[in-house]
């Protein structure tokens, strides 16, 4: 890309999902010049609205960028965007950074560092945690794997993004740490489903046992945030997909596969939430792993 065409401090974000919709809003907000592309015409124009411009396709909004952010649902569709069909990595600016903050699978992530490499563009993972809730406020916890001075050339266009920023070390430990963080949230909520069920068929109140839960050792971010806020109320509206939770579990489980240390309980929770994928659908709420556990609602805890 010829230093002419060149817009500098300009970033192209890919992905404008539940997530990527008020990441790149908060960069917007923050006096970035950011330009965005989804498939969904809403989630652009609401990004219009934030501050930012649009364009028709990932390879136009990557047009002389210096960053290039993406936020989509896996590997796969990250490699294409950049180096396949979309071939956003071609229009990028001359020694140009691009950040992945989708949940990718680790080992994904450092052959397309590498293909990246031999473009002249720099790769970091990452990955972030917190959900919509705090990806609006500016507070998500952020995963970086990568070289040291690309985490340090990213460090300010994180910043609005999160409140928390956690190098993690070489390329796809940020998505490695993500995924095993998700694997942990994810055997946590499904022990307490199955201690609230348990403890209801028992004769329990659900309330009850949430409380003594919440001042007891077996406290977690389910028992705080999820029990009563989104099972014991029947809402299931936590804003987060089963379908993506099961997919991060997926590949904890692969990782440890491939590295040769498998691990018997991440195998068996990615067969629990698979299967509750199969079950529910992709567009059902994480916290309607509840269903499952339950057997059809025989185990309601209202």
């Known amino acids: 890309m010829p ?108 052959a397309l560092g590498k293909a990246l490499e031999e473009r002249g563009i720099r790769l970091i993972d990452a990955p972030v945690s917190g959900g919509v809730a705090r990806a609006r406020e500016g507070s998500l916890a952020i995963m970086l794997g990568g070289e040291p001075e690309d985490i340090e050339r990213a460090r300010g266009i994180l910043a609005p993004m999160g409140t928390r920023i956690f190098p993690t070390g070489k390329l796809g430990s940020g998505h490695a740490m993500k995924a095993l963080n998700n694997y942990v949230s994810a055997a946590g909520l499904v022990a307490a489903c199955e201690a609230l069920i348990v403890g209801a068929a028992f004769g329990l109140e659900p309330a009850t046992i949430t409380d003594v839960l919440n001042a007891s050792t077996g406290r977690n971010n389910s028992t705080e945030l999820k029990l ?66 339950a057997d059809g609602g025989r185990g309601s805890p209202r």
């Not at 997926?250 to 068996?268: F, K, Q, S």
């Open 3 to 110: 230093e002419e065409s060149r817009t500098p401090g300009t970033i192209a974000f890919i992905g404008l999902g539940q997530m990527g919709l008020p990441m790149s809003g908060r960069l917007a907000a923050a006096g970035m010049a950011v330009r965005g592309f989804d498939m969904s015409e809403a989630a652009m124009s609401k990004l219009a609205a934030a501050g930012g411009q649009v364009f028709s396709t990932a390879r136009q909004a990557a047009e002389g960028a210096d960053v290039l952010i993406t936020m989509l649902p896996n590997s796969k569709i990250v490699r294409d965007v950049l180096l396949g069909d979309g071939d956003a990595a071609g229009a990028l600016a001359a020694d140009a950074l691009v950040i992945d903050m989708s949940s990718s699978a680790p080992l994904d992530t450092r």
């Open 228 to 293: 009563k806020q989104h099972i014991i109320s029947g809402t299931f509206g936590s804003g987060f997909g089963l379908a993506l939770l099961a997919k991060d579990i997926g590949i904890a489980a692969d990782l440890a596969d491939e590295i040769g240390r498998p691990a018997r309980g991440m195998r068996a929770s990615a067969e629990i939430w698979t299967e509750a994928t199969a079950e529910l659908g992709e567009a059902a709420d994480h916290t309607e792993i509840y269903k499952l556990l």
